[in-house]
């Protein structure tokens, strides 16, 4: 359920793909802030040029390389994927113990304490943004977190911050006004629409770009906001959740991961302290 009281109120992305230079300082300012491992990366891994070949627990944010001809010219057009933030975020509608919740300021973040690891969240997502830590023991839900602290912190989200010409951060409302000035001013320059003003019920990232977005690899989804859509589909998977773990009640299912998520926090603790006072 969404919290935010007027998402005009909130910040927001306002990101020109016409103005990225596909230099990818936000993925590695995404990458350092949040101190997100390295990945293993291969030169033309999956379709165009981009890596690592998709977003991941330990990739938050990446840009999407498209060559394409123009005048004759090979030309490249980029597409910085990320999580969209959105205004009635589909994630926090399916999560039955509300571990995701949309705040005032605009990003939608995750609460891990509360997490019973059911996935919901990856499933009811349009975008495809959430991921699952499968390589850990003890996994946890991972996504851009909009750079929230920075938020609080009176700083821009580090994506923002890094990159030197197409990310531009403000109040919904600004955002809005901006792209539509740009839209005005060049009109040869951009495809007539900013999308995430209306996709998906709006969200808290918005694009201009010069290619058609299905051609850039934006996810087709719906104006009308996505959480009576996911509900519908999920509606039976409740009755599913409650068998997990065979003989396990719901209840002692999430008491059991709590306490191991709360085990694994504690050995972290020790062991950065070992290493500490060594
Ligand atoms: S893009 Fe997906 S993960 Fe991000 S807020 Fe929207 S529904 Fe949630
Ligand atoms: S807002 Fe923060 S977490 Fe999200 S992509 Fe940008 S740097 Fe990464
Ligand atoms: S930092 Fe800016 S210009 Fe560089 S790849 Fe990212 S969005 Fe594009």
């Not at 306002?14 to 291969?42: P, S, Y």
């Not at 938050?60 to 030309?75: A, H, L, S």
């Not at 065979?246 to 299912?253: D, I, P, T, Y």
């Amino acid at each position: 359920m969404s919290t935010q009281k007027n998402p005009n109120d909130g910040n927001v992305f306002l990101i020109d793909m016409t103005k990225c230079t596909g230099c990818r300082g936000c993925q590695v300012a995404c990458k350092q802030w949040n101190q997100l491992e390295a990945e293993k990366t291969e030169f033309f891994s999956g379709e165009g040029y981009q890596n690592p070949p998709a977003m991941s627990d330990k990739t938050f944010t990446r840009i999407k390389f498209r060559d394409y001809q123009k005048n004759g010219q090979n030309e490249f057009a980029f597409y910085k994927e990320m999580c969209m933030h959105c205004n009635e975020p589909a994630c926090a509608s399916v999560c039955p113990v509300g571990a995701f919740h949309k705040t005032e300021e605009g990003p939608v973040i995750y609460n891990a304490d509360r997490c019973i690891g059911c996935r919901f969240c990856m499933i009811a997502c349009p975008f495809g943004v959430p991921k699952y830590e499968w390589s850990k023991a003890f996994p946890l839900v991972k996504k851009c977190t909009g750079c929230y602290s920075r938020i609080k912190a009176g700083m821009k989200p580090a994506c923002a911050t890094a990159c030197p010409t197409a990310i531009s951060y403000g109040p919904r409302h600004e955002m809005i006004k901006e792209a539509e000035r740009r839209l005005t001013m060049y009109p040869d320059r951009y495809l007539k629409t900013v999308y995430g003003k209306e996709e998906a019920g709006g969200t808290s990232v918005m694009y201009l770009t010069a290619l058609p977005f299905d051609e850039l690899g934006f996810k087709k989804v719906t104006l009308r906001p996505l959480p009576g859509y996911t509900w519908q589909a999920l509606r039976l998977v409740p009755s599913v959740f409650l068998t997990v773990g065979g003989g396990l009640s719901a209840l002692s299912w999430i008491n059991h991961r709590k306490e191991r998520l709360s085990r694994l926090r504690d050995e972290e603790a020790e062991n950065t302290e070992t290493k500490e006072d060594k």
